[in-house]
């Protein structure tokens, strides 16, 4: 029995006046709710492309993928950092030099 037949019968089963308060009872009421919760999730996870036994390696695959790039752009903003404070610290200790006379000191 697939989702959309459960659903259609718990619906039916509802709707039946067998004594129940308001067409069904809150078990009956409970089990519809999950079951068109699950089968509209399975809807969703169909349509992006995510309902196949491969679903839970793909999306293991993007998260390592998207770990990598973090990783990648964190090393790439440190390198450029460090970097920038050798280049900071090149041109402080130029300026010292400078300023001492050591240009003419070579001379």
Same mark, same amino acid.
């Given at each position: 029995?697939?989702? *959309?037949?459960?659903?259609?019968? #718990?619906?039916?089963?509802?709707? =039946?006046?067998? %004594?129940?308060?308001?067409? %069904?009872?809150?078990?009956?009421?409970?089990?519809? !709710? *999950? *079951?068109?919760?699950?089968?509209?999730?399975?809807? !969703? +996870?169909?349509? =992006?492309?995510?309902? $196949?036994?491969?679903?839970? $390696?793909?999306? $293991?695959?993007?998260?390592?993928? +998207?770990?990598? /790039?973090?990783?990648?752009?964190?090393?790439? /903003?440190?390198?450029?950092? *460090? /970097?920038? !404070?050798?280049?900071?610290?090149?041109? #402080?200790?130029?300026?010292?030099? !400078?300023? +001492? %006379?050591?240009?003419?000191? =070579?001379?």
């Amino acid at each position: 029995m697939t989702r *959309e037949d459960m659903l259609a019968r #718990l619906i039916a089963q509802a709707s =039946l006046p067998n %004594g129940m308060q308001d067409g %069904g009872d809150l078990v009956t009421l409970r089990a519809i !709710v *999950e *079951e068109s919760s699950e089968l509209g999730a399975a809807r !969703v +996870l169909d349509r =992006l492309g995510l309902g $196949d036994a491969n679903a839970q $390696d793909d999306i $293991d695959e993007l998260r390592e993928l +998207l770990s990598a /790039w973090r990783d990648a752009k964190a090393s790439a /903003w440190k390198a450029i950092i *460090e /970097w920038a !404070v050798r280049a900071v610290m090149a041109l #402080l200790l130029i300026g010292i030099a !400078v300023r +001492l %006379g050591v240009p003419e000191m =070579l001379k």
